[in-house]
């Protein structure tokens, strides 16, 4: 009879993977440290593979240890999607909702969001969570996450989705600047390396460029910004121009600022903005509702 490791092992390795000492993870899992090193060999043994390579002083996983890990978190979340089945098709506005959220839109969304939640469902708690479209992936992949908003297109793998709503892109510059150049707006009226945007770990950037047909490379400022509150006063220095969501735009982002708002060059340039869960999820009728939420409020 084939013999299948537990779901108690798996939850041992991730959580070593994680903390990377033997005795924060026996902590973290509610077991003696010798509890948790012999579960971690017992799953060794039955792959027949070895995953952690042990000293005194440190511990490297193998890369077999690194896929059993990744796969491990997949299991493990579908095995709490499982558990949560019943429980939530009795109640899908109740108990605690882990919500992940990009930080170009997070400023301008989530303190509206909750509000509107602790009106209409206010026995569905909100663990909000901000970090960048690939780390809230990894998170709802491996269980950390149940539900992300994001700015489509993005690469969900099999992960499901949901659109709600337009953010259309505007283009922001001093006023002064905006006096130099004709209208309607053409990048050759701008200077080379005037454009400035966000790191490449934000996709706000390949989504702006893409979506306002920015094709010249020698217009992007090598310079790259972490945040758009970093991006919009660059520019109300007068030290070129930058896109904004209009969301931002709506919520204050330019406030006060001397800065002019043009249109992109082209037609309508937007991203889109979608909830992502996993398939596996029973929490369906919650997105859903979540979903009708942040439409209305787009």
Not at 29 to 45: A, P
Not at 91 to 98: H, W
Not at 118 to 131: A, C, G, I, M, S
Not at 236 to 257: W, Y
Request: net charge negative; proline share 5%.
């Amino acid at each position: 009879m084939t013999k299948f490791p537990s779901l108690k092992q798996l939850h041992y390795l991730v959580t070593l993977y994680e903390t990377r000492h033997f005795g924060e993870a026996a902590k973290q899992c509610f077991v003696s440290q010798s509890t948790l090193s012999s579960g971690i060999q017992n799953l060794e043994d039955l792959i027949g593979s070895q995953l952690i390579e042990r000293d005194n002083k440190t511990l490297v996983f193998s890369a077999i240890g690194e896929d059993v890990v990744s796969r491990s978190r997949e299991i493990l979340a579908k095995s709490q999607d499982l558990m949560e089945l019943t429980q939530v098709s009795e109640r899908p506005m109740q108990g605690k909702l882990r919500v992940g959220c990009i930080p170009t839109i997070a400023p301008f969304l989530l303190c509206d969001l909750v509000q509107a939640v602790n009106k209409q469902y206010p026995e569905l708690d909100l663990l909000l969570r901000e970090d960048t479209t690939a780390n809230l992936l990894t998170a709802l992949k491996s269980g950390e996450m149940d539900v992300l908003i994001l700015a489509l297109p993005v690469d969900i793998g099999n992960m499901a989705s949901r659109a709600v709503g337009r953010d259309a892109f505007k283009m922001v510059m001093s006023k002064f600047q905006a006096s130099q150049v004709h209208s309607p707006l053409s990048y050759s009226d701008l200077p080379d390396e005037s454009v400035f945007l966000l790191e490449r770990e934000h996709c706000l950037t390949d989504h702006a460029v893409s979506a306002c047909n920015l094709t010249s490379t020698a217009k992007i400022n090598p310079f790259s910004a972490t945040s758009l509150h970093t991006l919009v006063q660059m520019v109300a220095n007068g030290l070129g121009t930058t896109f904004i969501p209009q969301m931002a735009i709506k919520h204050g982002l330019i406030e006060n600022l001397n800065l002019a708002i043009l249109e992109p060059p082209g037609q309508e340039a937007y991203r889109e903005i979608g909830l992502v869960w996993r398939p596996t999820s029973s929490r369906k009728p919650t997105f859903d509702a979540l979903a009708e939420l942040v439409e209305s409020l787009l």
